[in-house]
Structures are given as C-alpha cells and as structure tokens.
C-alpha cells in the first residue's frame, strides 16, 4: 500500500455538528442573539463553512448589521468552544476529528529505544506503529511520552519524541497493519478520545489545540 500526502492525515469538520451546536445554544439564549465567535479561522475549522452551518442554525456573525436583524438594540453573547463542541455537554457534539494513518510497524526487544534523543527504552518485546503526524501537522512536541492516540480499538501510548512528520505508538503485543487509522480526537458519543481529554493531557486549552491543527492539517468536510 502506497500512502502520501493528504490521506496521511486531516482534520475532518462535521458541519452538521456545528449547526446542530448553534441551534442548541439560541434556544439556551432565550431572547439574547447568539454571536459566532470566528477568530483563529473558526478555532480552525474554516471560517467560510463555519459561517454558514451557523447561521443555518440560527447564529449570526459579527459583520451583520443586529438591529436591522434583530429588529431590537438586542443583548448578545458570544458563542466560542460550545459552538465547536469543545466541552463535555451532553447536547454539544464536537466538530472537529484528527486522524493519521500508520505508515510503518516494527517489534524491538527489551533495551531498544525509539526516536530522536532516544527518550524511551522497551521494557519488554513489544510491537510498534509509526503514525504518519507530527509537530509540523500540529501535534504538540509536549505529547512526547505523554499523549495517546486511538488504534485498533484501544489508546495506544505515544513513546519516544514527537518528530516532525510522525510519531511512535507502543502496541504492546497487539499488532497493526500500514493504512490503519489511528485517532487523536473525535467525537467521544463514538468510540474516538475528547479533545478535552486530549488538551487536558497536555495542559492546553482545547481551543488552541483544535486551532494548530486545524491551520496545519488539511480538511476535509461531511
């Protein structure tokens, strides 16, 4: 199997998401007008598509002229991570889903190390998967040793530094095969880890964390 380019990795936005989260937040706001929050590229999402699942979903955008809207010298309030789902809310669906695709597998024994600087040694015999995403899609070097990604049905811990177009996931005596997919975040109503979850193994915001990825991967949109 041949990989390259875009299908290695992306950051595919659920636009049915979007306009299903404002929806969700004008009838939260009563008589208030709900405001997208656009900056950073709609927290990187894209601000043309972004802008129009909103207001289909009853969310105005700051150019607008309100009161002739309105019809009213209206209250606002802004709508920022809840309109992204990046918040553990049961009506809110997250937007936006970061997968890479493993583009190489390896077994080592016990006393080998993987990556630059060779920060981590094999306890054991273990399996491994090179994951086509790095810190120049976006990835945060900080995940080195820390962060985990989904792979075959299970969080697969992320050993050895982040380089800057892949990374090391440590298998255990599982196995995968080149082509799979493995998930940094997604939609947790699903089987894919929260962004939350993710951002908080970082010690980020969830805002920045989907705003880098999403300046840095290509996107695909459903």
Not at 2 to 17: D, K, P, Q, V, Y
Not at 175 to 193: C, H, K, R, T, Y
């Amino acid at each position: 199997m041949t990989l390259s380019g875009s299908h290695i990795h992306r950051a595919s936005i659920n636009l049915s998401a979007i306009r299903d989260n404002a929806a969700v937040l004008v009838r939260r706001a009563g008589s208030r007008v709900v405001v997208a929050d656009l900056r950073a590229d709609a927290y990187g999402h894209g601000v043309t598509a972004v802008t129009a699942a909103a207001v289909d979903g009853g969310v105005f955008v700051r150019d607008i002229d309100f009161t002739a809207s309105t019809g009213r010298d209206a209250e606002f309030i802004s709508a920022g991570e809840a309109l992204y789902g990046l918040c553990a809310d049961r009506e809110l669906r997250p937007a936006m889903r970061v997968s890479a695709l493993v583009v190489g597998t390896k077994t080592i024994d016990a006393g080998e190390s993987v990556s630059y600087g060779y920060t981590w040694t094999a306890p054991s015999r273990t399996n491994l998967a090179l994951v086509g995403i790095g810190y120049a899609e976006g990835l945060d070097r900080i995940a080195s040793n820390v962060g985990s990604l989904r792979l075959g049905g299970a969080p697969r811990r992320i050993v050895g530094r982040v380089a800057m177009n892949a990374l090391v996931l440590d298998l255990g005596q599982d196995s995968a095969l080149i082509g799979d997919e493995a998930v940094v975040f997604g939609d947790p109503s699903g089987e894919d880890p929260a962004v939350w979850d993710w951002a908080s193994s970082l010690r980020r915001p969830s805002a920045e964390i989907v705003s880098v990825f999403g300046s840095h991967l290509p996107r695909v949109y459903r």
